[in-house]
C-alpha cells in the first residue's frame, strides 16, 4: 500500500499510564502517528483502545506520561488552547453518537454552532456539502437518525466529524455494525477522503478487513503498552501468541487472502 504520510509527528504519546481504581490499564503507552497515514489500534477487547484515544482527545486524564498533538502539549493546556486543538480534529464514536432529536444535518451543524456564528443558509450549504462528502444523497439531510440504516448512520456521524475541516480523524470501530459490504465500502470511503482531504486518521477496529485495506500501520495493545507497531507484512512476523492468532487465525487468514495478501 502507498504510504502517503510524512515524517512530520501528529500524535505523540510517552510512557501513558491510566488506571481505573485498582485496575491498571495503561502502563507506558508509546505511540507515534504521522501526518498522512491511516493507523489502526488493534487489541483484545479491554485492553485499553478507548481509553487510549479519549486520553488523546482530553476525555481521559492520565496518571501519568505525555500526549502531544500537533506538536503541542495536550496535557497542560489552558482552556482556549484546548478548545483550538479540538476544532482541529473530528471524533466518530464507536456508537456514532448522533443526537436522535435533531436531523441529519442540524447533526452535522453542531459543531459549526459551537465554534463559528453563521447565518443559517451558509450553515446549510455546510451541511449539504458535507453530506454530498460520505457519500449520502441530499434527502438524509432532513432525516432523523432513527429513519436511516445503519450504514448511513455511521456516515452520518462521520458527516459531523468532518463539519469543522480538522485535519485529524478519530474513528472508534467505524465499521462494527456493518455487513461485508457495507464496511468495505465505508473503508474506501475512509481511504478516499484521506487522499482528498489530506487527513490523518486514527482508527480502533477489530476488522482485519479494514487493517488490510486501508492502514497503513498497525498498532497493537496488549500487556498495557503498545506492544508493536508496524505494516501488517511486519506483524506477520512479530512472535507473540495474541498477534499470531489474530493475524495468523482462520479471520486474518480469510482477510489475507481477501486482500491478496500471503
Ligand atoms: N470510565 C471508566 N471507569 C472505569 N473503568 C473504565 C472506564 N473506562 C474504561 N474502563 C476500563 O478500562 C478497560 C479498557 O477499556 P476500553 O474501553 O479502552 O477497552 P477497549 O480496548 O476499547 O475494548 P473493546 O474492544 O471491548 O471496545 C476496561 O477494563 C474498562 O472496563
Known amino acids: 500500500m502507498k504510504h502517503a504520510s510524512t515524517s512530520e509527528t501528529i500524535i505523540s504519546v510517552k510512557g501513558l499510564k491510566n488506571s481505573f481504581g485498582e485496575q491498571v490499564v495503561h502502563d507506558g503507552v508509546d505511540l507515534e502517528v504521522k501526518r498522512g497515514e491511516i493507523i489502526g489500534v488493534v487489541g483484545g477487547s479491554g485492553t485499553g483502545k478507548s481509553v487510549l484515544m479519549r486520553s488523546i482527545i482530553g476525555l481521559q486524564t492520565p496518571i501519568a506520561g505525555e500526549i502531544s498533538v500537533f506538536g503541542e502539549n495536550a496535557l497542560e493546556q489552558t482552556l482556549e488552547e484546548a478548545t483550538e486543538m479540538r476544532r482541529q480534529w473530528g471524533v466518530l464514536f464507536q456508537s456514532g453518537a448522533l443526537f ?40 438524509a439531510g432532513p432525516k432523523y437518525p ?27 470501530e ?17 481511504k478516499s477522503l484521506r487522499e482528498s482531504l489530506g487527513l490523518t486518521v486514527f482508527i480502533i477496529t477489530h476488522d482485519l478487513d479494514t487493517l488490510y485495506a486501508i492502514c497503513d500501520r498497525v498498532a497493537v495493545l496488549a500487556d498495557k503498552h503498545v506492544l508493536t507497531v508496524g505494516t501488517i507484512p511486519e506483524l506477520l512476523e512479530f512472535d507473540h501468541p495474541w498477534v499470531q492468532e489474530y493475524f495468523r487465525g482462520p479471520r486474518g487468514r480469510a482477510a489475507a487472502a481477501a486482500e491478496g495478501h500471503d
Not at 450504514?151 to 459531523?160: D, I, S, T, V
Open 174 to 190: 467505524p465499521t462494527a455494525g456493518l455487513d461485508p459490504i457495507g464496511a468495505a465500502n465505508f473503508d474506501e470511503l475512509i
Open 100 to 139: 436522535s432529536g435533531l436531523t441529519v444535518a442540524e447533526n452535522i451543524q453542531v459543531p459549526l454552532r459551537e465554534f463559528y456564528d453563521l447565518d443559517d443558509a451558509l450553515m446549510d450549504e455546510i451541511a449539504a456539502f458535507k453530506i454530498a462528502l460520505v457519500g449520502l444523497g441530499p434527502e
Open 146 to 172: 432513527s429513519e436511516l440504516s445503519g450504514g448511513m448512520r455511521k456516515r452520518a456521524g462521520l458527516a459531523r466529524s468532518l463539519a469543522l475541516d480538522p485535519q485529524l480523524l478519530f474513528l472508534d
